[in-house]
């Protein structure tokens, strides 16, 4: 979705309102662990910033940004909901722009939700459900007090 900034650039309006209800295209995050980004709920406003030069304005954009992505469990495979909240108050980047006159908000929104996107995350809390033919699943508590052939070694590491 293409905002035009043109209104903003000739001074004819003081700031526009992005305040709305976003569903990000599939094409933004296909390549990524991401499964859907729908219902983005942005609330701000795009404004135009003195540089240093009193001649030359900058975009500036102030929003809040939250919702829920959808992404793979790490464990199970499962899709479960990962919310996030991000606070933006920043000059826009060139990337976001289509040309001087108009902003590409999926581009900016995805180049900050891309951020929040965990490396792994999962929502499962037994893990010995997870075991198979001669290995299991644990976690790293039970791994620091069972039996770890490394123990020896983590204890001269922690001396160090």
């Not at 990524?32 to 954009?61: F, P, R």
């Not at 900050?112 to 792994?120: A, K, S």
Request: with cysteine; hydrophobic share 35%; glycine share 2%.
């Amino acid at each position: 979705m293409i905002i035009d900034l043109s209104l903003l650039h000739s001074n004819t309006i003081d700031k526009i309102d992005i305040s709305n209800t976003y569903d990000i295209p599939k094409e933004y995050f296909e390549k990524t662990s991401v499964l859907e980004l729908k219902n983005i709920k942005v609330n701000g406003i795009i404004s135009l910033d003195n540089a240093e030069d009193e001649y030359i304005s900058e975009d500036h954009i102030s929003c809040t940004i939250e919702g829920n992505m959808l992404l793979e469990d790490s464990i199970t495979l499962e899709p479960v909901e990962y919310p996030f909240s991000i606070e933006y108050d920043d000059i826009i980047e060139k990337n976001c722009k289509n040309n001087e006159n108009s902003l590409d908000i999926f581009a900016f929104l995805w180049e900050n939700i891309v951020l929040e996107v965990p490396l792994q995350f999962t929502k499962v809390k037994d893990l010995s459900k997870f075991h198979g033919d001669g290995w299991r699943l644990i976690s790293e508590d039970e791994l620091i007090k069972t039996n770890n052939p490394f123990k020896d070694l983590l204890k001269n590491q922690e001396k160090e």
